[in-house]
């Protein structure tokens, strides 16, 4: 027999234990990364809120101001009559007004309270 076939039919080393070994460490580091992750998205959290309320109330500000400019333009269309305008036509500027007051009153009664 040659050394090859001699050191090739050595004893065999069990690898179970040393893969329950990596599989338990990376387990271990699995969980500690979710954790973290978890604890890093939970404080961000708070900031987030903040911000999203502050967009949404100037959005809403914002919106509400051009629905009132909309409002105020429609009305005193409306005031002009039908010197200006046919019946058809104030029908259609009553309805936009109409429309515009709905948006207005949903943007009002529709602002957040401050906490999501």
Request: overall charge positive.
């Amino acid at each position: 027999m040659h050394l090859i076939d001699k050191i090739g039919r050595g004893p065999r080393i069990k690898l179970t234990a040393t893969k329950e070994k990596v599989r338990s460490i990376m387990k271990k580091t699995y969980t500690v990364m979710s954790i973290v992750a978890g604890a890093i998205i939970m404080s961000a959290l708070p900031a987030l809120a903040e911000e999203a309320a502050t967009a949404h109330q100037v959005i809403c500000q914002n919106n509400s101001d051009s629905i009132q400019e909309r409002i105020g333009r429609l009305d005193r269309e409306i005031v002009r009559g039908t010197a200006v305008y046919s019946p058809e036509e104030l029908k259609k500027l009553q309805k936009e007004r109409s429309d515009a007051g709905k948006i207005r009153d949903y943007v009002n009664n529709n602002e957040p309270s401050g906490s999501l």
